[in-house]
């Protein structure tokens, strides 16, 4: 695809997960439109595909991308940077949008427990993967979908994964402040390389009914004040890391 098309971010290149809906679909419609090329990713490929062909549509630019990957496996996360790292020269900016909201209690093929792995893990990892092609491509960008339904949210390290018990919105609102913490954690150590670290609440809007992949927005009106930040981002860190299943390959 043509990497021409004019605009501000001509050149840039953007990666946007849970792209083919909601949140995800408008910020890469608006990238594109800015002159990126974009990729976006999306569980299903086919559905990818149909998206990424209407933000083409949309924005007018060609350069739109189609990743397929499920985000609840670190095997897919892993094949998705591989995947985008093969197709792209530069990263720019990252866009961990991707997340989820359940009511009863799920686990991946990894054994983990769902909104944590797809909400919080996902956005971890990923981040981790491409840190130095980020770093390689400064200035650059990463921005991470949290919610203000982290202000009710709590970091249980004692039962992350809600073994001993499980709430959906207490599980939400916990992978919303993670994605928080680890976001200041990770400005912090970005200080001085060129790359910005930003998590943000996106208001609230009607996307799909399914509850599965849905954007970052919180299910219901929650409060605005701020939450938690440093001083709980080294320790979620080291309990991201000790969270993480077995490796193996995840059903589709």
């Known amino acids: 695809m043509t990497e021409n098309f004019p605009g501000p971010m001509a050149g840039k290149t953007a990666l946007v997960t849970g792209g083919i809906g909601g949140i995800g679909r408008a910020a890469a419609v608006g990238l594109a439109a800015l002159g990126a090329r974009v990729g976006i990713a999306g569980r299903d490929k086919a559905r990818t595909q149909a998206a990424a062909a209407g933000i083409v549509r949309e924005s007018g ?38 997340g989820g909201f359940w009511a009863t209690r799920h686990l991946t093929a990894d054994g983990l427990e769902r909104t944590f792995a797809v909400n919080h893990l996902a956005a971890f ?28 949210g709590r970091l249980n390290f004692d039962d992350l994964q809600g073994e001993r018990s499980y ?39 009607f996307s799909t009914p399914r509850a599965s992949w849905c954007t970052g927005h919180s299910p219901t009106p929650a409060s605005s004040r701020s939450g938690s ?3 709980a981002a080294r320790s979620l860190a080291t309990a ?9 390959t995840c059903g589709s």
């Not at 990892?125 to 982290?150: C, E, F």
């Open 61 to 98: 630019n060609p350069a739109v991308d189609a990743f397929a990957a499920d985000m609840s496996c670190q095997a897919e996360v892993r094949a998705l940077a591989a995947a985008v790292r093969s197709a792209y020269p530069r990263l720019d900016v990252l866009v961990n949008n991707v």
């Open 125 to 152: 990892l990923l981040t981790g993967l491409v840190l130095d092609w980020l770093k390689a491509s400064a200035p650059a960008r990463i921005v991470t979908v949290s919610s203000n339904a982290q202000a009710a």
């Open 167 to 205: 709430s959906g919105q207490r599980a939400y609102s916990q992978s919303k402040l993670a994605n928080v913490v680890f976001t200041y954690e990770l400005a912090r150590r970005l200080e001085g390389t060129g790359v910005t670290a930003t998590a943000l609440h996106p208001g609230l809007g």
């Open 229 to 231: 930040g440093r001083p």
């Open 240 to 248: 991201s890391r000790s969270t993480r299943g077995p490796a193996g």
